[in-house]
């Protein structure tokens, strides 16, 4: 027997799983100290210390009292180690196998009084075999457990162990939500203050400053939750990420969401969310706390990112709904302090990012703002007088856009399935080649990854146009939805935040066309939720229209005037004009720029030459610096 040292601890180690409470008194920790302290009093080892993990399973082994019992172990303070049986020291063969070995090198003496285990007596050749069987049995109980969670999942009950802040258990049914009308005012405002344009830690420090209780805590006072037992130095604490994981929470639209995440193994001490497809949804189970329309319209604000700047600590609200009408790029906003103003502009994304994919479809964040409430005050004001005539036209077009998509899927389902068959026969000639050696393993594999890639993309693409013809034949229910919506705004005389993204689901913005006298014609499209794209009878089409300069300054000295008098006299709708004739009607030679910038012929502050033009009544239609000539126009002279 290995000699006691005085200084050395003799450790009772006790554990107790949630599982093993299950199996009766004697598992009890009360009853594992009696035993543990008794064989310690009979084998006369003295100093003995007392550590208890209770509650804690045996695949884990970062257990509290566990964990200071190695740093005892380490420190080379203990000389005895006395457990019940191994699984108290844990159900992973190879951890406790480990563990055994550092008792071997730190010359610990190991005694598990159930299994007659007793290290100074000699090693057990058992021992290996046992702490196997030790992690069969926790395998085992986490198949069944999981089998349990599965089985409740799958029959529409919830599986959390409690319920989603802003609900509670319905005292009569402990597998029913009800609404905590406490907790379901708050993220009301929560929900609310997002369609505001507030983002999300800006909403957790305004719940913070209004000392409302975080989620947890309030879970706690009730009893519930994961952090019952917990103490909190700040009860009012609020993160934005506790906001963004309420907002996601489709429960919230009165559905059980089921499978959220998922472990690989019982082992794993963390959780990983699972794809989409694998959940179970079961619609309408509880009262809803928000309907599906304002979780829909808060999902799509908050995956919006909106950037700040120096000068502007506000992002801009119109960030999200403007996109390029040609490219269907979603637009990029730019804002600066340019020659004592503010700049604040919208351009396609495509166009940032390489020019050559898109044109810039520049638009100005104020006359943007202007056009969508002039939209909604007319739209809203056409609906309010003419409820009957709206429907109609909604109908209408829905059946419209229904037989054209139908239309359109049947000629694509021909294909598709055409094509599959096509596929099918293609792989199997690709795989008769294979057997027959006149095709490599290589090339087989490429062709036939190719091919599978194809169908997949085909079988996508029915579902995508599934989808949509689903979604046109729900219109009518959409539009008593922006009926509905109408009726809740009296004042359109400010396009508020809330009004902005109740409103409208996109702004599409077309190039601009341009005209004589360098103006500009822009067409824009503004869609609104619900109904989409909707045209009121009679009513124009959006435009921004530019309105041209009589005349530009030019200065009364100026020696271009020879020009202006020449252009004058032509009456021509077209001129050609080289940079040597030019210089011949004006007497002299034109400075550098003219030859290396086209900027330079047209009109702008401090361009003479180009003012002159002008003030004639041309346009600069083109220059071309190779060829060193000028193309101007003036539409208005007859030909």
């Not at 594999?445 to 997949?456: A, G, I």
């Not at 993309?457 to 689903?470: A, G």
Request: with cysteine; net charge positive.
């Amino acid at each position: 027997m290995l000699k006691q040292s005085k200084e050395k601890i003799t450790a009772l180690y006790c554990r107790l799983s949630k599982d093993d409470e299950n199996e009766g008194e004697s598992n009890s920790i009360v009853n594992q100290k009696k035993m543990l302290t008794k064989h310690a009093e009979e084998k006369s080892l003295r100093n003995t210390r007392i550590f208890v993990d209770d509650g804690y399973s045996g695949s884990r082994f970062n257990r509290p009292d566990w964990e200071r019992l190695m740093n005892e172990l380490e420190s080379g303070n203990v000389s005895t180690i006395i457990v019940k049986d191994m699984s108290r020291v844990g159900r992973d063969y190879l951890r406790v196998g480990l563990f055994m070995e550092t008792l071997r090198e730190n010359g610990v003496r190991l005694i598990a009084i159930g299994d007659g285990i007793d290290t100074a007596k000699g090693d057990d050749e058992f021992l290996p075999f046992r702490n196997i069987l030790s992690e069969w049995y926790v395998r085992d109980c986490s198949r069944k457990v999981s089998a349990s969670y599965r089985a409740k999942g799958k029959e529409g009950k919830h599986t959390g162990s409690h319920p989603l802040y802003g609900y509670m258990k319905d005292p009569n049914d402990k597998n029913q939500w009800l609404i905590d009308p406490e907790s379901a005012e708050v993220v009301h405002r929560i929900f609310n203050m997002i369609i505001e344009g507030k983002g999300a830690y800006e909403v957790a420090s305004i719940l913070q400053a209004e000392k409302i209780y975080s989620p947890s805590y309030y879970l706690s006072l009730k009893g519930m939750g994961n952090r019952v037992n917990n103490t909190f130095d700040n009860p009012f604490r609020w993160w934005g990420t506790s906001i963004t994981y309420l907002l996601e929470r489709e429960e919230y639209m009165g559905h059980t969401v089921n499978f959220k995440t998922f472990k690989t193994s019982y082992k794993d001490k963390h959780r990983k969310k699972a794809p989409q497809e694998n959940r179970l949804i079961f619609e309408n189970t509880h009262e809803p706390i928000i309907d599906p329309e304002t979780w829909h319209l808060v999902q799509k604000l908050i995956k919006t990112k909106r950037r700040t700047n120096s000068f502007h600590r506000e992002p801009n609200r119109l960030t999200g709904l403007m996109y390029c009408a040609d490219c269907g790029s979603k637009m990029y906003n730019s804002r600066a302090f340019f020659r004592g103003r503010n700049v604040d502009v919208y351009g396609c994304s495509a166009y940032k990012k390489v020019t050559t994919t898109c044109t810039i479809h520049y638009i100005q964040t104020d006359i943007t703002e202007k056009l969508i409430l002039e939209s909604v005050k007319e739209v809203s004001g056409f609906v309010k007088a003419n409820k009957a005539e709206f429907l109609k036209i909604v109908n209408l077009t829905s059946a419209t856009k229904q037989s054209e998509t139908q239309k359109a899927q049947k000629r694509q389902l021909n294909e598709s399935k055409k094509r599959i068959t096509e596929l099918d026969r293609l792989i199997r000639g690709i795989y008769e080649d294979k057997t027959n050696g006149t095709l490599s393993e290589k090339r087989f594999l490429k062709l036939s990854e190719e091919y599978e890639r194809e169908q997949e993309e085909l079988e996508k693409t029915v579902t995508v146009l599934q989808r949509e013809s689903d979604r046109i034949q729900d219109q009518t229910a959409r539009a008593d939805k922006f009926l509905e919506l109408v009726e809740r705004y009296t004042d359109f005389n400010e396009l508020t935040t809330p009004m902005l993204n109740e409103f409208i689901e996109k702004v599409v913005v077309h190039e601009r066309e341009k005209g004589y006298r360098y103006t500009t014609t822009q067409k824009v499209d503004i869609h609104f939720n619900f109904i989409g794209k909707f045209e009121i009878p009679c009513e124009e089409t959006l435009l921004i229209h530019d309105e041209p300069k009589t005349e530009r300054y030019v200065a009364k000295t100026t020696s271009f005037t020879p020009l202006y008098e020449y252009l004058c006299k032509q009456g021509k709708p077209t001129l050609k004009l080289s940079f040597d004739e030019v210089e011949s009607i004006i007497n002299k030679k034109l400075c550098s720029s003219a030859y290396k910038y086209q900027s330079y012929w047209y009109p702008a502050e401090n361009r003479p030459i180009s003012n002159i033009i002008y003030n004639a009544g041309y346009d600069v239609k083109s220059v071309d610096l190779k060829g060193r000539f000028i193309t101007l126009s003036n539409p208005t002279i007859a030909v």
